[in-house]
């Protein structure tokens, strides 16, 4: 099946510092890629769709200036946090989407992010 | 708009007990597609079953058997003779449409503790 990876899985910075998280569709072409954050005991709450070539659409509520998503081919998205503040510490999760007969998403095994 | 209500948060159960985790969900698209997912305490999604709207066979994959009920809007979910493995928290998800850009919407999730 299809494969996505995320970089790093774990990341632990101080506060005001940026960090950015890469989603890779290590066997298939995405054009497509989803970003969900997921705070501890709730469910995935998408933050951003990223489409490549092309600027990410955000959600209601999340911040373009502070999540920054870029995807420069058809195979990887970042996710970068600026300015991280102890706030932004959660799980994100990326998913890729398999254009084809079912509306398939493959996710990737998430990035545990602890701003301290 | 499309919703998935797990009204289950938690549930805990002996080993050997059979579980039926539910979903309702709604939407206005004929065309939209069903998933459960199983998230360990690693938080990598797992992908259990992918169902469309058009084919409300139920189905089973060992332990596993899912009952998809469209006049009740209704995806649920058995385990049957559950292990200590099933530990983890089960999500439902919706996902309209086959053409564009159309993201997963999750449910909140119910967590399944089976105790040996």
């Known amino acids: 099946g299809a494969v996505v990876s995320q970089h790093p899985s774990r990341v632990i910075c101080k506060s005001g510092t940026s960090v950015k998280i890469e989603c890779r569709s290590l066997?298939?072409?995405?054009?497509?890629m989803f970003w969900y954050r997921q705070f501890p005991k709730q469910s995935l709450m998408l933050m951003a769709t990223?489409?490549?070539?092309?600027?990410?659409?955000?959600e209601q509520g999340v911040e373009k200036d502070k999540f920054l998503i870029n995807h420069a081919s058809l195979t990887l998205s970042t996710l970068t946090v600026t300015s991280a503040h102890p706030e932004d510490s959660s799980f994100y999760i990326c998913s890729a989407r398999v254009v084809g007969v079912y509306n398939e998403q493959f996710f990737g095994p998430g990035t545990r992010l602890t701003v301290l | 708009a499309q919703k998935v209500t797990q009204a289950q948060t938690e549930i805990s159960v002996v080993e050997k007990e059979d579980v039926t985790l539910d979903c309702v969900y709604e939407t206005r698209d004929t065309t939209y597609y069903l998933f459960w997912y199983k998230q360990p305490p690693s938080g990598e999604l797992v992908f259990l079953i992918r169902r469309n709207s058009f084919d409300e066979q139920n189905e089973i994959s060992g332990r596993y058997s899912w009952n998809f009920q469209k006049s009740t809007s209704s995806f649920n979910f058995t385990i049957t003779a559950s292990q200590v493995v099933d530990s983890a928290v089960y999500f439902c998800a919706l996902s309209e449409r086959t053409q564009g850009n159309t993201p997963l919407v999750f449910g909140k999730g119910t967590r399944l503790s089976v105790i040996a």
């Open positions: 066997d298939f072409q995405a054009t497509t």
């Open positions: 990223s489409n490549e070539g092309s600027k990410a659409t955000y």
